[in-house]
């Protein structure tokens, strides 16, 4: 059995078995290491395997952005009154808008028996370690902090301002990811063909422990 086959008929054993999803992936690094082209790739190559979670926000939708599919769209009051009944499993406060990851965004991602795939900062991080979600901590390391404004430049999404902020807290956050015991493994992104076929071995050896101990 191929690789790709036989990580489509191990999900869906694993569901069978357990009654719930397969243990969520988080992946967290600084800004421009690479997590969301890591994602989009993991997504292309196994369509049906995973599912992004639906974060809440109360920022304005842009256009072409739908309520349900690129966010839920909703107010502070609503927001506050979730927090507090603990209903998201992460916020974090961004130029005065408020994003999260709720319970039942991962839950509806589970449900539909798919792998549930999550990117948050380290302070998302330490919020997910402190709920029962459990998932696989996945930290994508750039191969240098020089290495890291390059990418970010040739993004040409970030202006000097922001640029420079992303460059401080990425000083941080590695300082972060590469301490012991914070991460179920670090993945560093110098070579994006290597990078990624780490991250899908990491996926596919630690679901196969899985299956392994619930047989
Ligand atoms: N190994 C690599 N070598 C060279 N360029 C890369 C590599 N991996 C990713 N990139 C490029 O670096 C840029 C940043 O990657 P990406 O947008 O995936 O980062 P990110 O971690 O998702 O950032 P953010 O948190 O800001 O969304 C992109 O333009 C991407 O094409």
């Known amino acids: 059995m191929t690789s790709v086959s036989y990580f489509r008929t191990l999900i869906l054993g694993t569901c069978n078995m357990l009654h719930k999803g397969p243990r969520p992936l988080v992946l967290c690094g600084p800004s421009g290491s690479g997590k969301s082209t890591l994602i989009k790739k993991l997504f292309e190559e196994f369509p049906d395997t995973f599912g992004y979670s639906v974060s809440h926000t109360t920022r304005s939708p842009r256009e072409g952005e739908e309520n349900g599919k690129h966010y839920h769209f909703t107010t502070k009051d609503k927001m506050q009154k979730q927090i507090e ?95 012991p015991g914070n991460f179920d493994i670090v993945i560093e992104n110098d070579n994006f063909s290597k990078a990624y076929e780490e991250l899908k071995k990491f996926v596919i050896s630690n679901l196969k422990q899985g299956e392994t101990v619930t047989s």
């Open 85 to 179: 009944q603990n209903e998201f499993l992460e916020t974090a406060v961004y130029s005065g808008n408020m994003y999260g990851t709720s319970k039942r965004a991962v839950e509806d991602v589970q449900e539909a028996g798919k792998i549930c795939v999550l990117d948050v900062d380290v302070q998302g991080i330490k919020q997910i370690k402190q709920s029962s979600l459990d998932p696989f901590y996945i930290f994508i390391k750039p191969p240098s902090i020089e290495e890291l404004e390059k990418r970010l430049r040739a993004r040409k999404t970030e202006t000097e301002d922001t640029l420079q902020r992303r460059l401080a807290v990425a000083r941080t956050e590695i300082e972060y990811g590469e301490k």
